[in-house]
């Protein structure tokens, strides 16, 4: 055997030997240890309780390992009473906390219930609206095409909604509402896209007859109707007088288009002033004459409720007025019978 491999295998055995030595002498001190623990553990403890009255004390003799075991009961017992009444106090918090939550709830419900009410209230109103569309459209002679009110609200899911058969449970009565409303708005997308399709062709219809005040902002009072008139410049003869006369007692007020239409005619008469004309659809025609000025030119395209001009005194006038006349073909009529179908433009 070599000389290294010699040394280090003296070495090796001295570390081996420090190694045992070590571990024996702490096994020793460690059985010294638990030696003298269970000696102080078993030593015995003397409680004495001294009354202040005249009677005999009394004693009471433990071990320091009972002495321990009592008071480490007494701390698990106070510990866990402490964490029972805290939580119990977490819990009490919550569960009012809970209760409060609860009342909001149960008072949006009844809010919620209350707007349910109210909405299927609004919609029996709505069948009986519908159902006074549909008598009148029936009575415009359109029975065969005109269906029911309640074939239109079958149709549009109402009929199941307003009749109420649904559950006898409050909640879900409730919400099976709410769901039948919900389908109700959603297959009405449809019809209400019909029915805007026809308003906007009835609104086409409406602005194509000349049915709107001709004086901005609704101003002015009639002065003279159509018809037979007493002549203001011969006193005691009566003349008919071809349109309505409109004073507002001053000038410079602006005059409207009462209908979509053309231009056709604007120009200066001995009689009417200043004077413009314009052609409509379905052959009816319009003329305002006395104006102040002029805001249109001849074969100008205007839109019901344009500016054409301003109430003047212009012509043979007794005093600043518009005169407004309106033909039906080469028939002159009375413009009042338009103008009761719509008495004010909202622009």
């Not at 906390?97 to 909405?119: G, M, V």
């Not at 379905?282 to 301003?310: E, M, N, P």
């Not at 043979?316 to 080469?330: A, I, R």
Request: net charge positive; proline share 3%; glycine share 8%.
């Amino acid at each position: 055997m070599s000389d290294g491999l010699r040394s280090f295998k003296e070495q090796e055995k001295r570390w081996y030997r420090r190694i045992v030595q070590s571990f024996g002498s702490g096994l020793t001190a460690l059985s010294v240890a638990f030696r003298r623990f269970f000696a102080w553990g078993r030593g015995r403890l003397t409680l004495a309780l001294i009354p202040h009255t005249e009677r005999a004390a009394r004693k009471f003799e433990m071990n320091r390992f009972s002495l321990t075991a009592i008071v480490a009961a007494l701390t698990i017992v106070v510990s866990a009473s402490f964490f029972a009444v805290g939580h119990y106090g977490v819990t009490a918090f919550r569960a009012a906390s809970l209760d409060a939550r609860l009342a909001d709830a149960n008072k949006s419900i009844d809010t919620l219930r209350e707007s349910t009410e109210q909405l299927l209230s609004e919609t029996a109103k709505f069948e009986e609206k519908l159902g006074q569309v549909v008598s009148i459209a029936q009575a415009r002679g359109k029975t065969d095409a005109a269906p029911s009110s309640a074939e239109i609200l079958k149709t549009a899911g109402l009929s199941d909604l307003i009749s109420g058969q649904l559950s006898d449970d409050p909640v879900s009565r409730d919400v099976l509402r709410l769901n039948g409303i919900a389908g109700t708005l959603d297959k009405s997308l449809p019809s209400l896209d019909d029915i805007a399709n026809v308003l906007a062709t009835q609104k086409d219809i409406m602005t194509e007859i000349p049915n709107i005040w001709p004086i901005k902002g609704n101003l002015g009072h009639i002065t003279m109707y159509f018809g037979q008139n007493e002549n203001p410049f011969s006193t005691g003869q009566w003349y008919l007088h071809t349109g309505i006369d409109i004073s507002t007692n001053r000038q410079g007020d602006p005059i409207l288009a009462t209908a979509d239409g053309k231009v056709i005619d604007v120009h200066y008469d001995a009689s009417l002033g200043n004077s413009v004309t314009i052609q409509h659809s379905h052959g009816f025609t319009t003329r305002y004459g006395h104006l102040r000025s002029f805001a249109v030119k001849k074969g100008q395209r205007v839109s019901q409720g344009d500016v054409i001009g301003y109430l003047g005194n212009t012509g043979k006038t007794t005093g600043p007025h518009l005169h407004y006349e309106v033909y039906l073909g080469t028939s002159l009529i009375d413009p009042l019978r338009f103008l009761s179908i719509r008495k004010e433009f909202h622009e």
